[in-house]
């Protein structure tokens, strides 16, 4: 009977793997970004204060380590579908290679197997869909912070350089 495996088994299980490795991280990196808040705004604000002038670059570094995984799960988001339509695609090939030219199931083959063939796109989605909530929550957590350290450093005076917004 026709499921998921092969080849397009092996990438969904590869992709599936490294969104939650990704989230995973993402999900450690967040917990102890927010632990380590007041020690953290305490030494922002004791810069903004002193005029320190690598706040720019310090924000900047903060920005990639808050993206970190994102281009794996916007990857994941787009392929995991793809390689889940293909699997249903070549497992519904074999399926019809199996009931010939006369389109019949053999004596006694039960056809509520032959819906295995579907596993392949519910895994590619499943997939898909954790990667993309994965990734707008990272997205919006970096958004939310970057946006806010932005603001604090406008006030200050601290100018723009290093700070911009990137289109």
């Known amino acids: 009977m026709p499921g998921v495996g092969g080849l397009v088994g092996l990438l969904l299980l590869l992709a599936s793997i490294a969104v939650f490795t990704v989230v995973f991280d993402r999900g450690r990196f967040w917990w102890q970004w927010w632990r380590k808040r007041v020690s953290r705004e305490r030494q922002w604000r004791e810069r903004l204060v002193a005029g320190d002038a690598g706040l720019g670059e310090r924000l900047e570094d903060w920005e990639r380590e808050m993206a970190f995984g994102e281009p794996v799960l916007q990857a994941a988001a787009v392929l995991a579908p793809l390689l889940g339509l293909i699997g249903t695609v070549l497992g519904l090939m074999a399926v019809l290679a199996t009931l010939g ?67």
Do not use: D, F
Not at 119 to 148: C, K
């Open 101 to 167: 030219p006369g389109l019949t199931l053999p004596p006694g083959a039960p056809l509520a197997g032959y819906g295995k063939v579907l596993m392949a796109t519910a895994l590619g989605l499943i997939v898909s869909l954790i990667a993309t909530a994965a990734s707008l929550a990272n997205q919006a957590a970096r958004s939310w912070q970057i946006e806010g350290l932005r603001r604090q450093l406008r006030r200050r005076g601290g100018g723009e350089q290093g700070a911009e917004r990137r289109p």
